[in-house]
């Protein structure tokens, strides 16, 4: 089977090579997963949020997207020591919480993250569930879970202009929780 792509204009696209922002030209027949374009441009961070909660408590992150035509996309992976649930928000209300700094993939340009992301915010309204409960740990060790986690082509495409809520509710006591974020904006 033979794929042709063309642009806009009509004209054939030749998939092989692309000139990166440096206008080099990138060897031809490399196949460059999304996750590594991202990371090369400068426009994928990451940062890691771990602390300990008891039952009925919660561990917020909430991630505010900018109003722009840019493609955000966020892969997000969570664990527990012990039980917890998982739930994902949108058009969120928030106030308040501690900034995350989010580490740039690309050590050798200053690129900042588009969005806001924060650990523990108040929430006046959660928003919409978008995504439903997932199940966390076991009182048996780590629990990752399997369908928020991923790279960026399992990853959950973000609305500008919007808050989003990571949720995760302890059902035991002593549960050290971790939420890993992935952001990728702007391609």
């Known amino acids: 089977m033979t794929v042709s792509v063309k642009d806009y204009g009509g004209q054939q696209v030749d998939l092989r090579s692309h000139p990166d922002e440096s206008g080099e ?5 490399v196949s460059w997963p999304i996750e590594l374009a991202w990371a090369l441009s400068g426009k994928r961070f990451m940062q890691t949020v771990e602390t300990t ?16 035509t840019a493609v955000i996309a966020l892969a997000l992976s969570a664990r527990s020591t012990a039980g917890a649930v998982m739930t994902v928000y949108e058009d969120a209300t928030v106030t308040g919480g501690t900034p995350v700094v989010m580490r740039n993939f690309n050590r050798n340009l200053p690129d900042t993250t588009l969005s806001t992301v924060l650990v523990n915010p108040s929430v006046s309204d959660p928003g919409d569930i978008i995504f439903p409960s997932v199940a966390l740990g076991s009182t048996t060790g780590w629990g990752v879970t399997t369908d928020v986690a991923g790279d960026a082509a399992g990853a959950i495409r973000l609305k500008p202009n919007s808050t989003y809520i990571f949720e995760i509710e302890s059902t035991a006591s002593s549960n050290a929780v971790t939420m890993s974020i992935d952001l990728m904006e702007g391609i």
Do not use: D, K, L, Q
Request: hydrophobic letters at 25%.
């Open 25 to 29: 030209e990138i060897p031809e027949n």
């Open 53 to 68: 909660i008891g039952s009925n408590e919660y561990e917020r992150v909430s991630v505010t997207t900018p109003a722009t």
